[in-house]
C-alpha cells in the first residue's frame, strides 16, 4: 500500500492555459474525491466517484472544470483556460466501500500566472 | 456565517502541554465528525472519527462531540513538537443509504506550535 499519488506536485501555468492533474488512489479504494484548499483554508469538496460514476459535484466546479475517472482506477481532474483565482493546492482522497475513512494524497499545487 | 467555524490561531504551546482545539457547526444534519492533521505542504491524515455524540480516546489524543451545543473538540495530552501541524475538523452529513455522505466540510484549520 503505497498512499494516495497525485502528479504533478506543482504546476505554473499562464492564465488561459489548460491543465490537466493525475490522482492515483489506493488500491481497490472504489470511493475518490477532489478538493481543493487555498492559503489559510481548509479543503472543499469539488467532487466524488465510486468506481467510475461521478456521484457528486460541487456548485464550485464550475464549467472549465471536469474530472473523470474512466476505468474506476486513477482520476484526472482538468482545468480549462485557467486563472488567476484557480491557484491553490487540489487535493485527491480515496476510500474503500466498507469505510468512511478519506485518505489523502499530498496534492498538486497550481500556480497560474 | 459558514457551516464550520474554526479559530485558525496560531497556538503555542511548551511541550508537555494540554492542547484543546474546538470547532463549531451550524448544520445540524452533520453526523460524522473528523480530526486530520496537515503538516506544511502535505495532505491532510485522519487522526479522529467520531460518530454522533460522545467522546473517543486514541492514545493522547480524545475527541469529543456535543451535539446539542455544535461543538467539537480535540484534546492533546503531554504535547510533543511533532505535533506542530495545521489541525482541521471535518464533518459530513448522512447519505441515502444511511452512511456518511461522504462530502466532507471542514473548517480553516488551526496552526499548533509545540516548542521544545
Known amino acids: 500500500d503505497t498512499g494516495v499519488s497525485q502528479n504533478p506536485r506543482h504546476k505554473i501555468t499562464k492564465r488561459g492555459q489548460n491543465v490537466t492533474f493525475r490522482c492515483d488512489p489506493i488500491?481497490?479504494?472504489?470511493?475518490l474525491y477532489w478538493y481543493r484548499q487555498t492559503l489559510g483554508q481548509g479543503p472543499e469538496f469539488l467532487t466524488y466517484f465510486q468506481n467510475e460514476a461521478q456521484l457528486e459535484k460541487s456548485r464550485l466546479l464550475s464549467d472549465r472544470f471536469s474530472a473523470e475517472r474512466p476505468k474506476g482506477s486513477f482520476s484526472t481532474l482538468e482545468i480549462q483556460r485557467t486563472e488567476q483565482g484557480d491557484s491553490a493546492m487540489y487535493l485527491c482522497?480515496?476510500?474503500?466501500?466498507?469505510?468512511?475513512?478519506?485518505?489523502f494524497g499530498p496534492g498538486t499545487r497550481l500556480t497560474v500566472l | 456565517q459558514k457551516e464550520v467555524e474554526q479559530d485558525p490561531g496560531p497556538l503555542s504551546v511548551p511541550e508537555g502541554a494540554i492542547v484543546s482545539l474546538n470547532c463549531t457547526y451550524s448544520?445540524?444534519?452533520?453526523?460524522?465528525f473528523m480530526w486530520y492533521r496537515q503538516y506544511s505542504r502535505k495532505g491532510p491524515e485522519l487522526l479522529m472519527y467520531?460518530?454522533?455524540?460522545g467522546n473517543k480516546e486514541d492514545g493522547r489524543f480524545t475527541a469529543q462531540v456535543d451535539k446539542s451545543s455544535k461543538y467539537i473538540s480535540l484534546f492533546i495530552r503531554d504535547s510533543q513538537p511533532s505535533d506542530s501541524a495545521t489541525y482541521l475538523c471535518a464533518m459530513s452529513g448522512t447519505g441515502d443509504s444511511g452512511g456518511s455522505n461522504y462530502k466532507l466540510t471542514f473548517g480553516k484549520g488551526t496552526l499548533l506550535t509545540v516548542n521544545p
Open positions: 488500491s481497490e479504494h472504489n470511493r
Open positions: 467520531t460518530y454522533s455524540s
Open positions: 448544520n445540524s444534519a452533520f453526523q460524522y
Open positions: 482522497a480515496s476510500s474503500p466501500l466498507a469505510s468512511d475513512t478519506q485518505y
